[in-house]
């Protein structure tokens, strides 16, 4: 073990939880109910870092020295503030299930029956049209908001976002419990008008992080997608700087894209996943190599391909696929694009799901994997064109969410809000929810 070959004094959980109580039943009068989450060691300061469990709440932390046996005070939760909160979970009434009485229930393991599928439509549509909790991992890159007229156009940004939305709450009713969903994004640069105006930055990332959040995903990683230095100078921004070299008008060249993770709540421990996978050899293929990403900051150079103008690389996917994914599983990208994606799941042996509305997309997407098919690997899929599926309610789910966002941004409380738009928006809200 770890702490064996470190001459650690505290060797186990056990012997950390021990050293835990003893410390705690000199300051709390009550040990009744005081559970201990899972001891982990902090290798930057050499401790056992002990959660502390009330009533099944986390109410701290607390820290013991893994050489020294003692009670790092400066690393623990404060006795008050474990007191406070105890005082708070009991005042409000907090369901309590007697140890002994009733077996925590465990959880199924869902194994997806979907196979490889190319559908052709509007994202937000289609995804009604999969089965509920069907897919392992979503990967996806959503249109860039108005950064060229050949990527997208929307009326607005707040258009934009409402579409986002709507993909993310579809895309959660299909996701497995527990299970992650990975979004590559990046910062918009807006041209300027005219030589009068100033172009505009808009930070799409932060925005998106929002929606995620409201939606009920675990913010679980923000990994920078880092290019060569070269691939930031094609937007304009910093020549200005570069000629000039006048303090304020300085702007650095951007060189670098978001990828973030969520996890779909209930956050499911990941060793359900790795522990009660009905294919264990599955699992112990699917593990990681040496020569893996060890931080968030991710060099992969751009790719290029003339028959669309916006493609991530097929690395990118590939690594988070392999990091996110077990060999079989369903990985879905919802803005399929020309099928990088896909593709990249089909080389690391998972099963795709891809989601595209452009007819020409869609076309190279399907030349592109029928020839994987006739090269080395066997690529069977179903491809169903669901271009005539009809949005209900358009409009007003528009004035739901515009109007949800107003009253967010006044303070109007969450339960004072649902209560003026469930007057309005009966049938929009229900979709909501």
């Not at 008008?249 to 522990?275: G, N, S």
């Not at 060099?299 to 991530?312: C, E, G, L, T, V």
């Not at 409380?413 to 209560?419: F, L």
Request: proline share 5%; net charge neutral; glycine share 4%.
């Amino acid at each position: 073990m770890v702490s064996e070959q470190r001459n650690y004094t505290v060797l186990n959980t056990g012997q950390a939880k021990e050293i835990t109580y003893q410390y705690l039943s000199k300051y709390l009068k009550n040990m009744d109910q005081i559970e201990y989450g899972l001891p982990e060691i902090y290798d930057r300061y050499h401790i056992w870092n002990v959660p502390i469990l009330y009533k099944s709440q986390v109410i701290g932390e607390i820290a013991v020295n893994a050489y020294s046996k003692e009670i790092d005070k400066g690393l623990s939760s404060d006795i008050c503030i474990l007191l406070d909160r105890k005082e708070k979970i009991d005042k409000n009434n907090t369901i309590v299930v007697e140890k002994g009485k009733g077996k925590k229930r465990k959880e199924p393991y869902h194994i997806s029956n979907l196979k490889n599928m190319v559908l052709q439509g509007r994202a937000e549509l289609v995804l009604s049209k999969l089965p509920e909790q069907s897919i392992d991992l979503i990967f996806t890159s959503p249109p860039y908001y108005n950064a060229r007229k050949q990527y997208s156009e929307f009326n607005t940004y707040e258009d934009y976002l409402i579409l986002i939305r709507k993909v993310i709450q579809e895309c959660k009713r299909v996701l497995i419990d527990g299970k992650f969903f990975v979004m590559n994004s990046s910062h918009v640069l807006i041209p300027r008008a005219s030589r009068n105006e100033s172009s505009s930055r808009i930070a799409v990332p932060f925005d998106l992080h929002q929606i995620f959040i409201e939606e009920g995903f675990e913010f679980v990683d923000d990994i920078i997608w880092e290019k060569p230095e070269g691939a930031g100078w094609a937007s304009g921004r910093g020549r200005r700087f570069s000629a000039d070299r006048n303090p304020m008008q300085y702007k650095a060249v951007p060189v670098t894209e978001y990828v973030m993770v969520y996890r779909k709540k209930p956050t499911i421990l990941i060793d359900h996943f790795i522990r009660n996978h009905p294919n264990p050899e599955l699992i112990e293929e699917s593990k990681i190599a040496d020569g893996y990403e060890k931080t968030n900051i991710w060099y992969i150079s751009p790719a290029r391909d003339k028959r669309h103008p916006a493609i991530f690389p097929k690395e990118l996917a590939e690594k988070v696929i392999r990091y996110y994914s077990f060999k079989n599983d369903v990985v879905l990208d919802p803005f399929g694009g020309i099928g990088t994606t896909a593709k990249a799941a089909v080389t690391l042996e998972r099963r795709f799901v891809m989601i595209e509305c452009s007819d020409r997309y869609i076309s190279f997407a399907r030349e592109d994997l029928d020839k994987l098919n006739n090269l080395i690997y066997p690529v069977k899929y179903e491809f169903v064109d669901y271009m005539g599926l009809e949005e209900k309610n358009s409009q007003q789910r528009y004035d739901f969410y515009k109007m949800m966002k107003l009253l967010q941004e006044n303070g109007i409380e969450q339960k004072e809000i649902m209560d003026i738009l469930i007057k309005q928006y009966p049938d929009i809200l229900e979709e909501y929810k």
